[in-house]
């Protein structure tokens, strides 16, 4: 089955630097690949999404990337606020499949 | 994702109980999952089901069960036989099977006493 490795475990930065978390998947066949936050003892919530069929994606200060061939992909967040503490987790499926989560980030953002 | 309720927020059991977390939803989804959430260990699919009357085993179903009577509603017992019930417990529904958005539940944290 689908096996997705998550990094960094802790993310620490200072307000207004960029964060990166990264993922890896195994299964080529995968191609739909969705980010969610998760602050403390709340439910987790789509940040943003990408499928197969494109490279880049952005919402404002979240963008997305997929690289297909490495078989990995990353959450981008740019001029972080203490509001994006949290722990955000990426996941992978294919077709009909479930998703695969990754263990997750915890994001601190220091003012 | 208000669509999907929990209930209860917090539950207390005692060794050797059954104990049932409700799930419901009126987005008309035909797709629900439950995962358990441990510190460190992500989100852990426990039972889901693509369709009424019908369900499927996740990475770590055992001592866990589910029914699918109705479309909205998707309970999950958590019986006696699970050795490690304490955690964080998570409902969720998407329209379709698979690449569809999972919208999630708020959560019931069980505690085993």
């Known amino acids: 089955g689908e096996n997705v490795e998550q990094h960094p475990s802790t993310l620490s930065v200072q307000e207004g630097d960029s964060a990166v978390i990264k993922c890896t998947y195994s299964?080529?066949?995968?191609?739909?690949f969705p980010w969610y936050k998760q602050e403390l003892g709340k439910r987790p919530q789509l940040i943003i999404d990408?499928?197969?069929?494109?490279g880049e994606k952005k919402d404002q200060r979240i963008a997305v990337t997929l690289n297909k061939t490495a078989k990995h992909f990353s959450l981008h967040i740019t001029e972080t606020q203490p509001e994006d503490s949290a722990v955000y987790f990426c996941?992978?499926?294919?077709?009909?499949?479930?998703?695969?989560f990754g263990k997750g980030t915890m994001l601190l953002v220091s003012p | 994702d208000g669509g999907i309720t929990q209930s209860p927020k917090y539950l207390f059991r005692k060794e050797g109980q059954n104990v049932t977390l409700s799930c419901e939803q009126n987005l008309n989804h035909d797709a629900m999952y439950w995962y358990r959430q441990d510190p460190g260990q992500g989100l852990r699919l426990i039972y889901y089901s693509q369709i009424v009357n019908d369900f499927q085993k996740g990475d770590i179903a055992e001592g866990y069960s589910v029914s699918r009577e109705k479309k909205e509603s998707f309970p999950l017992t958590v019986t006696s036989a699970q050795k490690n019930p304490t955690a964080f417990y998570l409902c969720a529904s998407s329209e379709g099977a698979g690449a569809d958005t999972q919208y999630f539940g708020p959560g019931t944290r069980l505690t085993v006493l």
């Open positions: 990408i499928r197969s069929n494109v």
């Open positions: 996941a992978a499926s294919k077709g009909y499949s479930t998703l695969t």
């Open positions: 299964d080529s066949a995968s191609n739909y």
